[in-house]
């Protein structure tokens, strides 16, 4: 399904729209969810907090939005954390010069390039205004992150984090000391984040402020194996080369390693996450993990995948998977002046841990998930979500709105509820009506009471996914959806 369908879905049932709509020039790239879709990231967040943070054994944590601007001074931020940023001469409209030199050449020109090479790109595709066809000036670099000012009498300077991975490196030194676990070590963290994008676009794909799932593990850089590498070794990963090739036929994790594709810790998390992706109701012919390698790799990373969704819009990426060496935690060290290694248990000697990070944008997978799941058949349109991922488990429905039915169904409602079903109920419309409205959001089933109900104590049950309709006596009801949801 495009992308203009599942907007206006969003909008009309308000499950995604503009933060601050009612004024009339609020900023762009601020979204709230409402009661439907803050239910569905929920849940989502719930399956990564289960499938994700408690199996591999991580530790969570929920820090600060706000941070010191020395963090930022460590982590790199402050110096590089900047978009290329083109202006034209003559209207003054600005553009981010990749994005801009990609849409017209169809070269890649990543981000991080120096603005010297961004300009020569431009004068060879001859790269114009895309307002007014006018001459672009030359590239600079933009800092993304939003500044605040903290304190009345002495304002100190602090950002808001451009990623939530800063407080678990930040707290990695006291966390060690207190929880009593040696390496590796997996911390969670799940949170908002803040950039100040230039062109925010395609909603919640990149918005300004948007939630990130982050993991991080620390090792030791001696020690590369992982201890449950087995429980996932015959799981098949999808992967794309670096050079952009054919993509592999799917491999085991175990082949993958044999093969010298990947490390181990690669093969293991990505192979975790793959997984955690299909649960949440994207098929895996969708999702790939693509190496990256020269230019488009961090720096300070030695092995880089991302994982990537297929939508309308292409391939989104929404896991960015890297082992960033020991590059955070020496930098944290050193500007801190604080000491953030830890002593190995064998050699007894001092060492700075390694980091394997799963950084995962929470409201990209929610846009991925819903598109995917989004279903027509004629005029009807419903989303396929899991039973875990929709909004409510179930919506019951009094057929009519009299003789005693909405009583009937409220009572039905309040069992559900106290047995553990996020339940919904709705009176207003005809019954056709509220399953259509029931499909849009994906609530699996649908519970009517009907007249029969008053003398036989029982109700239809409607599958979302067939349509089909079973009659259930009440007592049996719970055990049921039960059933069905398994
Ligand atoms: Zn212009």
Redesign the pocket.
Known sequence: MNFETMMNLFSRRGILFPSSEIYDNHPSGFWDYGPYGAAIKRKLTELWRSDVVKRTGMLEIDGSICMDADVFRASGHLESFADPLVE?V??G?IFRADKLIEEVSKEKAPEGMAPEKFDSLISKYGVK?Q??K?PLGKTRKFNMMFRVSVGASKPQDAYLRPETCQSIFADFPRLMKVMKKSLPVGIAQVGKSFRNEISPRNAVIRAREFTQAEAEIFFDPGKPGVEKFKDMENYRLNLKSAKDRADYAPVTAKEAVNKKMMSEFAAYYLSVMQQFLVKCGLPAEKIRNRQLDGEERAFYAKESWDTEVKTSLGWVEIVANNNRTDYDMSAHGKISGKDVSVVSAETNEKFVPHIWEISMGMDRLFYCVMESSYKKEGERAYLSLPSYIAPYHVAVFPLVNKDGLPGKGAEVAAVLSSAGFDTDSETKDSIGKRYARADEIGIPFCITVDNETMSDNAVTIRHRDTKNQERVKINELACKLRELMD
Request: glycine share 0%.
């Open positions: 034209c003559k209207c409209s205004c307002s007014c006018s």
